[in-house]
């Protein structure tokens, strides 16, 4: 292999390990974090903290300050995927809901980002809504196990959280967005700052000062799970396929999943194991019915043949 791919594929490699393997752990860190500090708190210190080093490093670098314009697309951005998203899977997991089953449940993303795509008019295959018809069968034997039958508040959560997620990930490509980093960077500022006056206005407020345990899940979540992953994906976005970027999907579960078990004494019941496989399931059945209706369409254009002939597929 010459220096050139060398030095090509090993930004990828650190990439995908991030978003693997990084992302997969921070559901285990949020747990650790929400024993000492209130959810909503430790989630805008997050954002906020991670914004605001980031927003001074790309402007040292010699970024420009984001137009009005595309501060507002960020902040409606950093609110629906970071301040909902991620902020009401923060307080599930304080509501004592696992970490392995809070990531498998956001492994439904993808699903319910297939059924806002619709609603702006991009036409799916068949494969792809069976995808969808068997991710919320998984959804339903999810619920049905021990983990998440006695917390109802908790898995209704996460399942707004998955949704706000996917409707901000289309929302996303329809407005004018700061530059590469920039837009992580501004979106984590306004997150942050959502999220502390959220904090706020619930009455959160720390009883006493949180553990060494909570400080180091909060800088690895400023550092790690923010700061590093961000940059990472958006990398991915610009120099590999969507379906390569996105595929930390079918990855983090398995990896929260196992790091609850090794490290927190989580457990799943034998019912919510057979969820885990229908939801990744259902994600790879959605990827698969992506790429195969692009290929048809690729290949109706090439014959003059009108897309719409696709729907019926």
């Known amino acids: 292999m010459s220096r050139s791919a060398l030095r090509n594929l090993l930004p990828l490699i650190a990439s995908l390990f991030a978003l693997y393997f990084i992302w997969g752990s921070t559901y285990l860190v949020i747990r650790v974090g929400v024993e000492s500090w209130p959810p909503l708190m430790m989630a805008g210190f997050r954002f906020l903290t991670a914004g605001i080093l980031m927003f001074v490093f790309l402007l040292l670098r010699g970024h420009k300050v984001p137009a009005l314009r595309e501060w507002i697309a960020a902040g409606m951005i950093g609110i629906l995927l970071l301040a909902v998203g991620n902020g009401l899977v923060t307080v599930a997991e304080h509501l004592n809901v696992p970490s392995g089953i809070a990531a498998v449940m956001v492994a439904t993303v993808p699903l319910f980002t297939l059924c806002f795509s619709r609603m702006w008019g991009m036409p799916n295959s068949r494969i792809e809504w069976a995808g969808v018809a068997l991710g ?3 959804i339903v034997l999810l619920n049905t196990g021990s983990n998440l039958n006695g917390n109802p508040w908790g898995a209704l959560l996460i399942l707004m959280a998955s949704l706000s997620w996917a409707f901000g990930s289309v929302l996303s490509s329809r407005v004018t967005l700061p530059k590469g980093l920039m837009a992580g960077a ?8 959502v999220l502390l006056i959220a904090s706020r206005l619930s009455g959160e407020h720390l009883v006493e000062l949180p553990s060494p345990a909570a400080f180091g899940a909060l800088a690895y979540l400023v550092i790690f799970g923010s700061m590093i992953a961000v940059s990472a994906y958006m990398y ?3 120099t590999v396929r ?6 930390y999907a079918y990855v983090n579960p398995i990896v929260a999943v196992l790091l609850g078990i090794g490290f927190a004494g989580e457990s799943l019941s ?3 194991w057979v969820a885990l496989g229908v939801i990744l399931g259902a994600v790879l059945l959605v990827t698969l019915g992506r790429f195969v209706f692009k290929s048809k369409v690729v290949a109706l254009a090439e014959a003059e043949i009108p897309t719409d002939t696709l729907k019926k597929m």
């Open 242 to 247: 969507p379906a390569i970027a996105t595929s």
């Open 236 to 238: 991915l976005l610009k």
């Open 186 to 193: 501004a979106e984590m500022l306004v997150a942050g700052v």
């Open 136 to 138: 919320l069968f998984g």
């Open 270 to 272: 034998p019912v919510e």
